[in-house]
């Protein structure tokens, strides 16, 4: 795996080690490893053309990715719901400062979404993104600095989870890893396992109650992950938007964005005291 000098050599240190940090867990096996090069290091730097890169060889995962499964069984919504919690878990001891750092993609930072509410040219989808991100400002923000914080991947969307079977078989990607808000990250799982689903909530709830049993949430994160999800979502639509108006010719921009507006939809009828009930 090649990266440039976007990120810091402190960040890519930081998925070093991390994922040695969870080589020592109960999921160990559902992470790639990071081979050593010659000299015994797992990053290796280049300076080509004025350029730096960092090379990473990576153990292989088994596995097909969610997005690409037929089916999803109640079973293995569970399954996916106790890895991340046994993984945040077992992150309880971990810290990285490269972890510390302002992420437009962390959930804790969703009002920033309001500088690119103008970017939705359509009125009702600007009207409704808008709305979910007042519910953020007034629901959220009042109690997040009080949850708990961690360390956390941030990014278990439908591309990045592998499964066999009902289980999950692993996790890659942990380029949008960030210390923030601990059910940020049950939050982002739960976004991506909602869209194109017939019952969102149904699929949430599995998830939640596997993770509940790894690893406990407390009342106020049940209560408030209705909103946070939403707020991922106004998160992704907005940026989806901002990159249509610089014309950006990436598709990778733009692949939830017909889920996500589907999923926000959804959710104003599946109302945040349903949810937080069900989530129960």
């Known amino acids: ?4 000098d976007e990120h810091s050599y402190d960040f890519f240190d930081a998925q070093v080690k991390i994922v040695q940090h969870l080589s020592q867990s109960p999921v160990a096996n559902k992470f790639y490893a990071f081979l050593p090069n010659t000299l015994g290091k797992e990053l290796t730097t ?5 350029n730096t890169y960092y090379l990473r060889l990576l153990s292989f995962l088994a596995g097909d990715f969610w997005v690409h499964l037929n089916q999803r069984s109640d079973e293995l919504h569970i399954n996916f719901g106790e890895f991340l919690g046994t993984m945040d878990k077992s992150l309880q001891h971990f810290s990285h400062s490269a972890m510390h750092r302002y992420y437009l993609w962390d959930i804790s ?7 690119k509410l103008h970017c939705i040219k359509n009125h009702e989808r600007r009207r409704i993104a808008g709305y979910f991100l007042l519910q953020f400002q007034q629901e959220v923000l009042p109690f997040l600095s009080g949850l708990r914080h961690a360390y ?7 591309t990045n989870v592998l499964v066999t079977g ?3 078989t692993g996790l890659i990607d942990f380029s949008d890893m960030v210390f923030t808000a601990l059910i940020n990250n049950l939050a982002v799982a ?12 149904h699929a949430a709830a599995l998830i939640v109650k596997g993770y509940h049993m790894a690893y406990p949430l407390t009342e106020k994160e049940i209560e408030l992950l209705y909103y946070l999800i939403a707020a991922r979502l106004c998160i992704s639509v907005t940026q989806s938007a901002y990159n249509a108006s610089i014309a950006t010719n990436n598709e990778h921009h733009f692949i939830s964005e017909k889920p996500a507006w ?3 939809f959804a959710l104003i009828e599946i109302n945040p005291v349903k ?3 069900t989530f129960r």
């Open 46 to 50: 280049i300076q080509w053309q004025g």
């Open 262 to 264: 589907e999923l926000l």
């Open 152 to 158: 956390v991947h941030h990014d278990a969307n439908d």
């Open 166 to 168: 009902n289980q999950v």
């Open 109 to 115: 930072n969703a009002m920033d979404a309001n500088k």
């Open 1 to 4: 795996k090649i990266a440039s």
């Open 275 to 277: 949810a937080h009930n």
């Open 190 to 201: 739960c976004t991506y396992a909602m869209m194109n689903t017939e019952n969102p909530l």
